[in-house]
C-alpha cells in the first residue's frame, strides 16, 4: 500500500511539475485529483451498462462518450507525465481519444462516417486539448481533476444535445422528459452562445448592447427555436405543467418559500458586510435538502426541470458578476466577496458545483434509476458534508493526519447520512435489501474520501456515491 502511495505520489508530482513549467497555475500545491477526472465518463458508462434494452439513443451515445472521455483522461494524464513538454501545445496522443470515439460512434451508435468522424474528432479534442484551455483561461480556479470533470460534463451536455435536439426537429417530442430535455437544453445552450459572444466581442460587455443583443437572440431565436421544436409554445407549456397538479402548486408554494429564506440570508450578510463562515454557508446545503427531498420523491420530473431551469439563471447571473452590469452586477460582486470560500477565485463555482452535485443524477440520460441513487447528491453534500462542517467547527477535537478535518465531523458525515437511508427505507423508498446493505458502505467510504480529499466536495462526492448505488 505505501508503495502504491509512493507511485501515485510521484506522478501527482511530475504532473504538477508540468503544468507549472506550461505556466498553469493549479489550485492546490499537492493534490491534483487524478482520481476524480474519470468520474463523470464512468458515470456515463455505467448509466448506459445499467439500462434495460429500452434505453433511449442519447443514453447510448452518451454511454460511448463515456468510455471515450475515460480513454481521454488517461491520455491526458500520460501526455502530462512525458518530459519536457509543453503542456498547451496540441500533441498527438490528443489524437487517440477522437480516433477511438469516431470508430464507437461508427460501430457501436450506427452514425454515419461523416458524423462520427466530427463528432469523434469535435468530443475527442475538447476532452482533452479542452482541459488545459480551461485551466489556461481560469487560474487558480481548478486542480487537474475539476479541471477534466468539468470539461468533460460540458462535453456530454454538448453531445446529448446535438444527439436530441436535430431528432426533436423531425419528430417533436411526447413525454414529459423528452419535452423538458429539450426546452432545457436550448436555454442552456442560449446562455453559454451570450458568454462565448461576451468573451470575444468586448462591445458586447456594455449594458446596452448585452441587453440588446440577449433579448434579441432570446425573442427572435431561442423561443422560435423552441416552437419549431416542440410544436407549440414553450412558455405555455411549462405554465401548463407546473400549474395541472395540485402536488406541482404546493412544491412551487414551498420552493418560493425556500427562496425567500435564501435571499434574506443573502441579503443580512451583505448588510452586515462581513464575511460568510463555512457555517453560515452550509445554511444553503440544508435549504437544498429542503427543497430537494420532496421533489425526489414526489415529483423527480419537475424537480429536473427546475434545477435546469436554475442552472441557466446561475450562470447568466454569474455573467451579470463578471461583467459588472447594472443593475444587479455590484451587488452579485458583494455576495460574491463575502460568501467566497478558499476554492473561489475568479469564477463562483461552489454555487454552481453545489446545484450540479445535486442535480447530476437527475440529468442522467435515463428514466429507471432508483430513487437512492437519485438521492447521491443529496446524501453526500446536502447531509453528509453539512454535518460533518458543522460538527467539526462546533466540537472536532481529534484530527485527521495531515489535515483540518476532525473524526467527530466524519462520524457526523457518516451517521447523518445513515438515518436519512434507514429512513427511507423504513418508509419502503429503498428498493431491494442488498441495496441498504450498498449504501451503508458506501457512505462509510463517502465518508472517508471527505475527510482526507483536497478536491471540491460537491462536485466529487456525488459522482463517488452514485457509483458505489449503481456498480
Not at 186 to 191: E, Q
Request: charged share 10%; net charge neutral.
Amino acid at each position: 500500500m505505501d508503495l502504491l502511495s509512493g507511485h501515485y505520489a510521484m506522478l501527482e508530482q511530475r504532473i504538477l511539475d508540468s503544468l507549472a513549467a506550461s505556466d498553469l497555475r493549479h489550485r492546490t500545491k499537492s493534490s491534483t485529483g487524478l482520481w476524480l477526472g474519470p468520474l463523470i465518463g464512468l458515470s456515463a458508462l455505467i448509466t448506459f451498462l445499467k439500462e434495460d434494452s429500452s434505453y433511449s439513443e442519447i443514453c447510448l451515445l452518451v454511454g460511448i462518450a463515456g468510455g471515450g472521455l475515460i480513454i481521454s483522461c488517461t491520455c491526458l494524464y500520460a501526455r502530462l507525465m512525458m518530459d519536457n513538454t509543453a503542456a498547451k501545445d496540441f500533441h498527438l496522443i490528443y489524437f487517440l481519444p477522437a480516433i477511438i470515439l469516431s470508430t464507437l460512434f461508427l460501430l457501436v451508435g450506427n452514425k454515419g462516417l461523416l458524423v462520427s468522424v466530427t463528432w469523434g474528432l469535435a468530443f475527442g479534442s475538447i476532452s482533452t486539448w479542452g482541459v488545459i484551455q480551461i485551466m489556461a483561461n481560469f487560474p487558480d480556479c481548478f486542480t487537474l481533476g475539476e479541471a477534466t470533470a468539468v470539461t468533460h460534463s460540458i462535453v456530454l451536455f454538448l453531445l446529448s444535445s446535438c444527439t436530441n435536439l436535430p431528432l426533436r426537429y423531425h419528430l417533436p417530442p411526447i413525454h414529459e422528459s423528452d419535452i423538458i430535455t429539450s426546452i432545457l437544453q436550448v436555454i442552456i445552450l442560449f446562455v453559454i452562445v451570450i458568454c462565448v459572444l461576451c468573451a470575444n466581442f468586448p462591445l458586447l460587455r456594455r449594458p446596452a448592447q448585452f441587453y440588446s443583443v440577449t433579448i434579441g437572440i432570446a425573442f427572435l431565436v431561442v423561443i422560435p427555436v423552441l416552437h419549431m421544436l416542440l410544436d407549440q409554445s414553450p412558455l405555455l407549456w411549462i405554465l401548463s405543467y407546473a400549474f395541472s397538479s395540485s402536488s406541482r402548486i404546493l412544491l412551487l408554494m414551498y420552493w418560493a418559500f425556500c427562496l425567500f429564506l435564501a435571499t434574506i440570508a443573502v441579503v443580512t450578510q451583505v448588510l452586515k458586510s462581513s464575511h460568510a463562515t463555512t457555517s453560515i454557508r452550509k445554511i444553503f446545503h440544508i435549504l437544498s435538502v429542503l427543497v430537494y427531498v420532496p421533489g425526489l420523491i414526489w415529483e423527480p420530473a419537475f424537480l429536473y426541470l427546475a434545477s435546469g431551469i436554475v442552472l441557466g439563471l446561475f450562470l447568466m447571473l454569474e455573467l451579470l458578476r463578471i461583467l459588472k452590469m447594472p443593475p444587479l452586477g455590484d451587488f452579485l460582486q458583494k455576495g460574491f466577496s463575502i460568501f467566497a470560500d478558499e476554492k473561489d477565485s475568479l469564477i463562483s463555482l461552489t454555487p454552481l458545483y453545489l446545484l450540479c452535485g445535486l442535480s447530476a443524477t437527475l440529468w442522467m440520460p435515463t428514466e429507471n434509476m432508483a430513487l437512492l441513487p437519485l438521492m447521491s447528491g443529496v446524501l453526500t453534500i446536502g447531509v453528509g458534508d453539512t454535518a460533518a462542517s458543522f460538527v467539526g467547527s462546533k466540537w472536532g477535537k481529534h484530527k485527521w493526519l495531515d489535515t483540518d478535518k476532525s473524526f467527530e465531523g466524519t462520524s457526523a458525515c457518516a451517521v447523518t447520512q445513515l438515518i436519512l437511508i434507514l429512513g427511507l427505507a423504513v418508509f419502503g423508498c429503498v428498493e431491494s435489501t442488498s441495496l441498504l446493505v450498498r449504501s451503508v458502505c458506501s457512505v462509510i467510504l463517502i465518508s472517508l474520501v471527505e475527510a482526507r480529499t483536497e478536491q471540491v466536495d460537491n462536485l466529487a462526492l456525488p459522482f463517488l456515491m452514485y457509483l458505489c448505488l449503481t456498480i
